[in-house]
């Protein structure tokens, strides 16, 4: 692996990766947190468990996230993928800027004017 596979990789998974890890420290934190014994702890227990689901809800957008883009970059390895990047044929991010509408490729990062 060289250096700009490692910088694909960071930007295709860091995002998603850090969203699941912090969804399932969040769903360690709570359901490792003692059961509720004082009357504060049974007001708190539906927040808490509201906290559960929002920190499940994070672990599972970010593992779709990642398989999604773990998809997209399979199809890409085997030139399946006709994305917009003149550069690596990649998948084109749409984004707006200071400058009006541009494209960001999700492989190499390269940059396009214009949606494509
Ligand atoms: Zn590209």
């Given at each position: 692996?060289?250096?700009?596979?490692?910088?694909?990789?960071?930007?295709?998974?860091?995002?998603?990766?850090f969203?699941?890890?912090?969804?399932?420290?969040?769903?360690?934190?709570?359901?490792?947190?003692?059961?509720?014994?004082?009357?504060i702890?049974?007001?708190?227990?539906?927040?808490?468990?509201?906290?559960?689901l929002g920190?499940?809800?994070?672990?599972?957008?970010?593992?779709?996230?990642?398989?999604?883009?773990?998809?997209?970059?399979?199809?890409?390895?085997?030139g399946?993928?006709?994305?917009?990047?003149?550069?690596?044929?990649?998948?084109?991010?749409?984004?707006?800027?200071?400058?009006?509408?541009?494209?960001?490729?999700?492989?190499?990062?390269?940059?396009?004017?214009?949606?494509?």
């Open positions: 692996m060289d250096i700009t596979a490692i910088e694909r990789n960071v930007r295709l998974y860091g995002l998603p990766v969203l699941t890890l912090m969804g399932l420290a969040g769903m360690l934190l709570i359901g490792l947190s003692s059961p509720a014994t004082t009357p702890d049974h007001v708190l227990a539906p927040l808490k468990r509201a906290a559960f920190a499940a809800g994070f672990a599972v957008v970010g593992a779709i996230w990642w398989a999604r883009n773990a998809w997209l970059k399979y199809r890409w390895i085997r399946e993928l006709d994305g917009g990047c003149h550069h690596c044929g990649g998948v084109m991010r749409q984004l707006k800027g200071r400058w009006g509408a541009y494209s960001k490729c999700l492989m190499c990062g390269n940059t396009r004017k214009g949606w494509h």
